[in-house]
């Protein structure tokens, strides 16, 4: 477990073949004396370990109440507060299988994941419900509840009723490590999204690799994560780490904007602060983010996209704190690549988090040497075991141990590695590739460029360019933008056009989807 681990192991966790991950996250800390520890603050109110674990008994009795058996999927649509974790916990301890759904998706995309995910049940926000009518309506049998005081539809009872009147299961499921705990859709960038399944030792297992030997993070830690408990990197950020370590989670069910994010701040006085890269633009863009801004933070993590070097460096200069840049993805649950405190090379994404193998492989499947670049893949203990329902991605996705990315990275000699773009992003110009991320740094370094995005389009002769869509903070036009790059990198790498827009498309976790824009 957890407790079994010291600050710079590179822990061998030796789960018990008993185990429920609930019990690991919660009940350990009340049996362990920890119960008075504040667990949550979110928009209502403070709650420790002994409540929070409490509640997630009687969720876990409110579900069965609903019908959910063992293995079954509940599908989670809510906005961040001390409900989610207490749902999604009571889910696992009952041995069901919750399954976060974004909130800010269309109706179609929720008729799509309720149907594909066959879920038993789903738990929504009062805000949210409007936007499931259709996929509820889709799925005769559903089993619905509605979280939160808000007015809402009185066909569908009350979640929070219905937890405050069960009867508590404070027994777990004599669950596994390796059964399924949970699934997480994929955030749909290129296509329609993937039902990952992650087993119940998949999360300690982020825990005692990156939470503790990375970040540091202690039990006297407030942890405030920006990217929404339904992202994997949200989850690990503000359920997974802070209950893992006894530390305090500040949930808030609005959505990030700088204003609200420095209200947070300045309300809570978080000491780890979880961003994206858009995000963290967006807040340097407000001069009122400074160090009297942050008393208390010390570290902040990003990822969902690689980072540019100049916004690392502004956030240094402005906060006098660091940003540890990393990858991870909603197969591996967490980051598995990242700088760290004392050990931040700018541009890159560091190294290797101990317990994680990285390679470089070529279009054969063949290993690359260090200082090549090439499609990343990784094995390490927290990989979803398959997509749901989906053999074919899968086969694509999973090969034994290793899990292929999508991802295209440099090996760098010094043993940091480069984020190149994604595979599927990468461009032939002139026959050589052609990373739209270094052609989207050199942009994005421009004073006037808030963010950018570049991808392929075909010139007059059917020949493949780069184009740029940006989004401008300042005055710049076009061609002092494409001159700018040009100055940087090699003439070839230059955006033949550059599109002035308001916003880039973006799922809900920050990731462009250039798909769109091609």
Not at 8 to 36: Q, S, T, W
Request: aromatic share 8%; glycine share 10%; proline share 6%.
């Amino acid at each position: 477990m957890f407790s079994q681990v010291r600050a710079g192991d590179v822990p061998h966790l030796e789960l018990p073949r008993a185990y429920n991950a609930a019990v690991d996250l919660l009940d350990r800390h009340v049996a362990e004396g920890r119960g008075d520890r504040v667990a949550v603050i979110d928009d209502d109110g403070r709650y420790t370990y002994r409540e929070l674990a409490a509640r997630a008994d009687r969720a876990a009795g409110a579900l069965a109440a609903l019908g959910v058996q063992r293995e079954q999927r509940v599908a989670l649509v809510m906005l961040d507060s001390v409900e989610f974790p207490a749902a999604f916990l009571g889910a696992i301890k009952l041995g069901a299988v919750p399954v976060p759904l974004n909130t800010l998706l269309v109706p179609d995309d929720y008729v799509y994941m309720l149907r594909d995910s066959r879920a038993r049940a789903v738990i929504a926000s009062a805000p949210l419900v409007g936007k499931l009518a259709r996929a509820i309506a889709a799925c005769p049998g559903i089993a619905v509840a509605v979280a939160g005081e808000a007015a809402h539809d009185a066909s569908a009872p009350s979640w929070t009723k219905l937890v405050a009147e069960a009867m508590p299961i404070a027994r777990a499921a004599d669950t596994t490590p390796d059964d399924v705990a949970f699934w997480l859709y994929s955030s749909g960038s290129t296509g329609k999204p993937k039902g990952a399944m992650h087993v119940h030792g998949s999360l300690m297992w982020t825990a005692a690799l990156y939470a503790l030997p990375i970040l540091g993070i202690r039990a006297d830690d407030v942890v405030y994560s920006a990217a929404k408990l339904f992202f994997a990197y949200g989850l690990g950020n503000a359920l997974t780490f802070p209950f893992a370590a006894g530390a305090t989670a500040v949930l808030c069910a609005e959505r990030p904007t700088p204003a609200t994010v420095l209200r947070v701040m300045a309300a809570h006085r978080p000491t780890i602060f979880g961003g994206v890269p858009t995000l963290f633009a967006q807040l340097l863009a407000d001069a009122a983010w400074t160090r009297d801004a942050l008393p208390a933070l010390r570290v902040s993590t990003s990822a969902g996209e690689a980072l540019p070097k100049h916004i690392s460096e502004r956030w240094k200069e402005r906060t006098g704190t660091e940003i540890l840049d990393g990858i991870g993805s909603t197969e591996m649950l967490h980051i598995f690549l990242s700088n760290r405190p004392g050990d931040i090379t700018y541009g890159t994404t560091g190294r290797p988090v101990p317990g994680y193998e990285l390679e470089l492989r070529g279009d054969g499947g063949e290993v690359l040497p260090a200082g090549s670049e090439g499609a990343l893949w990784v094995r390490g203990p927290s990989t979803a075991i398959g997509y749901w329902a989906d053999r074919a991605r899968s086969v694509e996705t999973f090969h034994g141990p290793w899990t292929r990315t999508g991802d295209r990275y440099a090996h760098n000699r010094d043993g940091t590695w480069t984020y190149c773009g994604r595979s599927d992003d990468m461009l032939k110009v002139g026959g050589i590739w052609v990373s739209p991320f270094e052609v989207e740094s050199a942009l994005a370094s421009h004073p006037a460029v808030l963010e950018c995005a570049v991808v392929g389009r075909d010139d007059h002769d059917g020949l493949t360019k780069p184009k740029a869509f940006v989004v401008l903070r300042g005055a710049a036009s076009g061609d002092e933008l494409i001159a700018f790059v040009a100055a940087k990198l090699a003439p070839y790498k230059r955006p033949r056009w550059v599109e002035m827009v308001s916003e880039l498309p973006k799922t809900a976790t920050g990731k462009i989807q250039r798909f769109k824009l091609r």
